[in-house]
Nanobody
């Protein structure tokens, strides 16, 4: 059963923007750090950004200044605003909740064309 439901992926030209959304059940969302990971073909899954229950954020160096993670506690949803996208951002993006019990979404494809 997939508990984290992602949306918002797609195809965009370099320099463009996309916003990913991830909705979670309230019992998971309210008790966990929420994050976004990505996995490009032939590469390991890597952390993109995460946000704690208290709103503390952490970003991969490769996306600092371009991506913004946020959480809407009223909607039990975490967002990833991605600006100034580059071809190297192309990957499947996964929503994550944790850390005591780890949950994953099904993934959403982001493709950035040059």
């Amino acid at each position: 059963q997939v508990l984290l439901v992602e949306s918002g992926g797609g195809l965009v030209q370099a320099g463009g923007s996309l916003r990913l959304s991830c909705a979670a059940p309230v019992n998971i969302f309210s008790a966990n750090t929420m994050g976004w990971y990505r996995q490009a073909p032939g590469k390991q899954r890597e952390l993109v950004a995460r946000i704690s229950i208290g709103g503390i954020t952490d970003y991969a160096d490769s996306v600092k200044g371009r991506f913004t993670i946020s959480r809407d506690n009223a909607k039990n949803t975490v967002y990833l605003q991605m600006n100034s996208l580059k071809p190297e951002d192309t990957a499947v993006y996964y929503c994550n909740a944790g850390p005591l019990t780890v949950y994953w979404g099904q993934g959403t494809q982001v493709t950035v064309s040059s």
